[in-house]
């Protein structure tokens, strides 16, 4: 099954207790796409780079069975960059360096070998930029899943942010973006006023203490898998969301019953990304890896009751 993937494909210098890694690949579209493509082999992402970006990371894509069509590449301009600083539990950090460079008036242009894409992972961009992906489709894919961040429930965005939410089938977002989106504390109310908003199913990712999937009455939890080592949360969202979609990609099946295991392979990914700096986790896996951590979470939750 075909999956489209619009995002950032980006320039990143990172900081973290464990070390610093300078002006490596990274952005939204990277990291989904490249955790994606551990689940299914046709996925084509819509992005854009200046010309430093790396050949390097180009070659990546490549050999992981993206397409490239799609990634626009603007002569004499330079690519998204990000900077940023961890703190010590890896929680928190500062943004040090945003620069939009080519980012700031991105035009999303969908090959038309891309049009019969029958799932759509939106990546943070602006909901205008979302939108218009969506507008610019010959048809409507199968399912439609959007990540957003709080920067765009602000005042000046969230109108727009309102519209993108009732033309897409599931959002993904963090439980403090939940709040601040629904106003609500509690996460089971926060689902509820969201879910009314337009989309069938929410995600709230609560970064080390795991995910939660609603649909209707319905909730799923995953815990995140206890590690020994978190070099570099950069990514961890994205990585998790390709993961997801590349799952549900793979099986056809949107029911919630397989998004609960899409969950699942997608926290295992994200497992993955912040072992290493950027996106380096994402590189070279093999099929018995990601299944053995797969079965890693469901050792993790499955147990047996005695009833008395």
Known sequence: MSLLTVGSVAL?????????????IGG?????????????????VVAVIGNDFPEKGMTTFKE???????IQVKENEKS??????????????????????VLGDFDPVIPDSYQ???????????????????????????LIVMDTMNFWM????????????KM?????????????????????????????????FLIIKKGEHGALLFHEKQIFFTPALPLEDVFDPTGAGDTFAGGFIGYLAST??????????????????????????????????????????????VDLVQFEIAMV
């Open 64 to 70: 992981h069975g993206v397409n490239t069509e799609g």
């Open 252 to 297: 056809g099946d949107i029911s919630f019953d397989n998004m609960k295991r899409a969950i699942v392979y997608g926290s295992a990914m994200a497992s993955f990304c912040v072992g290493k700096f950027g996106t380096d986790g994402l590189i070279d896996l093999d099929s018995e890896a990601v299944a053995s951590r797969v079965r890693e979470f």
């Open 154 to 165: 602000e005042p000046q965005f969230i109108d727009d942010l309102k519209t993108t939410m």
């Open 116 to 142: 019969d894409c029958e799932y759509l992972m939106l990546g943070n961009l602006t909901p205008k930029v979302q939108q218009t992906v969506i507008e610019r489709l010959n048809k409507r894919p199968k």
């Open 12 to 24: 990143d210098s990172i900081e973290t207790p464990f070390g610093i890694s300078e002006r490596t």
């Open 80 to 101: 998204f960059f990000w900077h940023g600083k961890y703190h010590h539990d890896m929680n928190s950090r500062d943004t040090l360096v945003t620069e939009l460079n």
């Open 168 to 200: 897409v089938d599931v959002i993904s977002i963090n439980d403090e973006e939940a709040r601040q989106l629904s106003g609500e504390y509690s996460l089971v109310k926060a689902a509820k006023k969201i879910m009314e908003m337009g989309p069938k």
């Open 28 to 44: 939204s579209g990277t990291y989904i796409s490249l955790s994606a493509s551990y689940f299914t082999k046709n996925v084509n």
